[in-house]
């Protein structure tokens, strides 16, 4: 992997870039989310916050000097167990779903799913050509190529409860993100911590191994 400090400005440029639109995907999926009473669009904006922490991991990178390292890692260390802690709650409440099963807006939730997947493009197409020349965006670049189909899947819940009218895939989806969010989170945390391993020290935790 390069070094942090040899990354190029155009390397800066796509991952504020990459920022923005996830900003945009973030703010959409919790606004789009809390409307539909979805929990799957909402556990969804959970998982690309985490990649929004992530990509800034990956700016202050391009940053220079020994506190700029701290901060990637202090920063790693909160996004993983904040993961970690609100897929759980977010579990919990998709099961209690499964017992009493609140309305769900079904044509919010497609919106939303397609609204994200779009989104997702974006940020992968502004990492694209960074990602041919240094390995952690790469990863970041392959992790949203695949956020896309995760959000076409949010989408397609909210087909299939147009169709058959069950509002329990919304929950059933939610809690199947929340099961990959936290087992992905409990994988990472402990080379977190200290004695752990190196590579939260020495480089960039990339968002793909929370998913």
């Keep these: ?22 900003t945009l ?3 959409g999926e919790i606004l789009l989310g809390w409307q539909a009473n979805s929990l799957a669009v909402v556990v969804d904006a959970v998982h690309n916050g985490g ?12 940053a220079e000097g020994e506190r700029a390292g701290r901060l990637r890692v202090f920063a790693n260390l909160l996004n993983t167990v904040g993961i970690l802690l609100v897929a759980l709650t977010i579990a919990g409440f998709a099961l209690e779903r499964f017992a009493a099963s609140p309305p769900v807006v079904a044509e919010l939730t497609l919106a939303a799913g397609l609204a994200a997947a779009l989104g997702n493009a974006a940020v992968a197409l502004a990492l694209r050509e960074a990602a041919r020349h240094d390995r952690s965006v790469r990863l970041a670049y392959l992790h949203n190529v695949g956020d896309v189909a995760l959000c076409l899947s949010t989408a397609g819940a909210g087909v ?18 929340a099961a990959l969010l936290v087992g992905g989170a409990w994988r990472e945390l402990p080379r977190l911590l200290p004695g752990g391993g190196g590579r939260a020290r020495g480089q960039i935790t990339s968002s793909s191994s929370l998913t």
Excluded at 1 to 22: E, I, Y
Aim: net charge neutral; charged share 10%; proline share 4%.
């Design 1 to 22: 992997m390069l070094a942090a400090t040899a990354r190029p400005p155009r390397t800066r440029t796509a991952l504020a870039l990459a920022l923005l639109a996830n």
């Design 25 to 27: 995907v973030c703010l």
């Design 51 to 62: 990649d929004e922490l992530a990509l800034l991991c990956l700016w202050l990178a391009c």
């Design 160 to 177: 299939a409860m147009l169709l058959t009218g069950y509002v329990w895939v919304d929950a059933a989806l939610a809690l199947g993100v």
